[in-house]
């Protein structure tokens, strides 16, 4: 690290400490606490499928073992079924994998239209690398249902993409960005370009300005998560960093009263953001042994928000940066 980046880092460090202080804090002298429980689940991640087009330097696809898998139709429609069946109205579904762009899935689109003529599912989001994103499917993604999208990039510039997403398909990605701003479905959806960029003014190359008067919302990721380990810090590049560590996991992890994610083989996972393999104590079991209400009743979400408070953290969740306490709102 040059003594510049590591100004920023330490610059960048220290504010993220005290966010990390003030949210513990209010968690801890909150009589609230925990709070929403009885809400649990508000939403609900489906994995389409674990296979990625990319391969990008700051995540755990490359470090993932289990068998490449695309749900089939029917168990999609079962785990839509069997969420609102549990009495939700109003409610969300991502459709982000743990690992894996949701594109590849060539009944994606089917699938959205299933979980769209669901009255009681509101949003459906997902985020994709956009390699795959052309007009014309994004036009069927917007008909058949889908809302909200995140498109996960570089900073605008061929060769940090190359480094980044360990792939040759820039000019396919900025081309597909530029045809559907220019879609007529393109203000139906809304869309936010997150970018994954090493460079410390992203906003100095003509493409940032070119995207935002399009009408893309455009933010960036300085810090990102080990994956419990297994992304180090020799891996990113520039002005990409990991995040700080906690000083404390007292509080339970606010994605144990979010909701579940369901991989795409039907294992049900307490918290789809960085149970790679779908076998760590987090796994709340399979669609194939027992339903989704039954997972969520066997007292096992309960169990691992005590954990926490009884400091003996599964072990996922221990070196796990992407933790950020259940404190008063999120
Ligand atoms: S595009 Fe997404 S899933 Fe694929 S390697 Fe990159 S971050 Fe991972
Ligand atoms: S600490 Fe990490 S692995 Fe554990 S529940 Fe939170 S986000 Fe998931």
């Given amino acids: 690290m040059s003594m510049k980046t590591r100004a920023l880092y330490s610059a960048l460090s220290f504010l993220f400490r005290i ?3 003030s949210e513990d804090w209010r968690g801890v002298s909150s009589n609230n606490f925990p709070v929403n429980a009885d809400d649990y689940p508000t939403g609900l991640g489906i994995e389409v499928t674990n296979l990625c087009n990319a391969n990008c330097v700051f995540c755990a696809y490359q470090y993932r073992e289990r068998p490449t898998t695309f749900m089939p139709h029917e168990m999609f429609r079962n785990v839509i079924d069997q969420y609102v069946g ?12 743990v690992v894996g762009d949701p594109l590849v ?5 089917g699938k959205i239209k299933y979980a769209r003529s669901v009255s009681q599912i509101n949003n459906i989001h997902m985020t994709t690398n956009a390699i795959l994103l052309t007009q014309e499917l994004f036009d069927q993604l917007v008909d058949a249902g889908l809302n909200m999208m995140t498109i996960s990039m570089s900073g605008f510039d061929p060769r940090e993409y190359e480094r ?12 597909n960005l530029r045809a559907i701003a220019h879609s007529n479905r393109f203000k139906k959806c809304q869309i936010e370009i997150g970018l994954r960029t090493s ?36 891996a990113l590049h520039g002005m990409m960093f990991l995040r700080p560590e906690r000083r404390s996991k007292r509080i339970p992890c606010t994605m144990l009263y979010k909701g579940p994610h369901v991989l795409a083989d039907g294992t049900i996972t307490a918290c789809g953001c960085r149970d790679l393999e779908g076998t760590s104590e987090l796994r709340l079991g399979s669609l194939k042994e027992n339903s989704m209400a039954e997972m969520l009743d066997s007292g ?11 400091g003996d953290l599964p072990d996922v969740c221990r070196d796990c940066k992407h933790y950020s306490p259940a404190t008063l709102k999120y």
Avoid at 105 to 109: A, C, K, M, T, Y
């Fill in 19 to 21: 966010k990390y202080f």
């Fill in 86 to 97: 549990l009495g939700k109205d109003k409610t969300g579904i991502g459709l982000t994998p």
């Fill in 105 to 109: 899935d060539r009944d994606l689109v």
């Fill in 164 to 175: 980044i997403y360990r792939n040759n398909q820039y000019a396919n990605v900025v081309k």
């Fill in 199 to 234: 460079s410390l003014f992203p906003w100095l190359k003509k493409e940032y300005w070119e995207f935002r008067s399009l009408g893309f919302k455009i933010s960036r990721n300085w810090f990102f998560d080990n994956w419990s380990g297994k992304i180090k810090e020799d």
């Fill in 300 to 310: 096992k979400i309960e169990n691992l928000r005590q954990r926490f408070l009884n």
